[in-house]
Structures are given as structure tokens and as C-alpha cells.
């Protein structure tokens, strides 16, 4: 994922979400000593709000998902929790209509 991907997701996220939601980023422990409670493939992002927890894990066009994140995905399926692979701002949109999050009114 490039850091061009996920600033073009966030600053979207940042304008749209309603102000009862917030998105965050969850830090990836690929690159980091252990720590508890660092999951390998957990999404790099998350929006609290509504009483749920919705996942984004962001990739590349082209890149698929790796087998600790497909693990991931598959337990979020498993538990009816919400995720999504964002590939482009575009698929951020489709993602927020189909967990029919309102996007925030222009003020």
C-alpha cells in the first residue's frame, strides 16, 4: 500500500464520516518488536460509530491479500463484522453506502 492510498482514504474519511464516527489507524506490527496485542494481518484501518466496528485494510492494485490477513477477513466474515479492501477512494464510498454510513452533510 502506498502512502499516497491511505492519505487520499483518511483525508476522504476526515470529510465525510459524521461526527459520531472516527477512523484510525492500527498500527502494523510487521516492523516492530512483539508487542501484545499487535495482531498480524489486522486492517490498517478502522471507523468506530454506531455501535460497530467497521475494518478497512488497504492494498495496491494488483497485491492480494496475505494469508494473516486473509485470516483476518475470514473471522470478520465469521462474526458478521464489517471489513473491506480499499483499493482507491472509490472503493471507500461503495464500502460506507454498503454499511449505510451517511456521509456528513457540506455545511
Known amino acids: 500500500m502506498s502512502g499516497a492510498l491511505a492519505g487520499a482514504i483518511v483525508a476522504h474519511l476526515d470529510l465525510v464520516l459524521p461526527k459520531k464516527y472516527r477512523s484510525f489507524?492500527?498500527?502494523?506490527?510487521?516492523?516492530?518488536?512483539?508487542?501484545?496485542?499487535l495482531r498480524a494481518g489486522a486492517p490498517r484501518l478502522a471507523i468506530v460509530g454506531g455501535g460497530c466496528v467497521y475494518f478497512i485494510e488497504m492494498l495496491a492494485d494488483?497485491?492480494?491479500l496475505s494469508e494473516d490477513q486473509e485470516a483476518w477477513f475470514v473471522w470478520c466474515a465469521a462474526?458478521?463484522?464489517?471489513?473491506?479492501?480499499?483499493?482507491?477512494?472509490?472503493?471507500?464510498?461503495?464500502?460506507?453506502?454498503?454499511?449505510?454510513?451517511?456521509?456528513?452533510?457540506?455545511?
Open 79 to 107: 462474526h458478521g463484522t464489517p471489513y473491506c479492501v480499499a483499493r482507491s477512494v472509490d472503493d471507500i464510498r461503495v464500502a460506507l453506502e454498503r454499511w449505510r454510513i451517511p456521509a456528513r452533510e457540506a455545511a
Open 62 to 64: 494488483g497485491c492480494s
Open 25 to 37: 489507524a492500527i498500527p502494523s506490527c510487521a516492523h516492530l518488536p512483539p508487542i501484545p496485542g
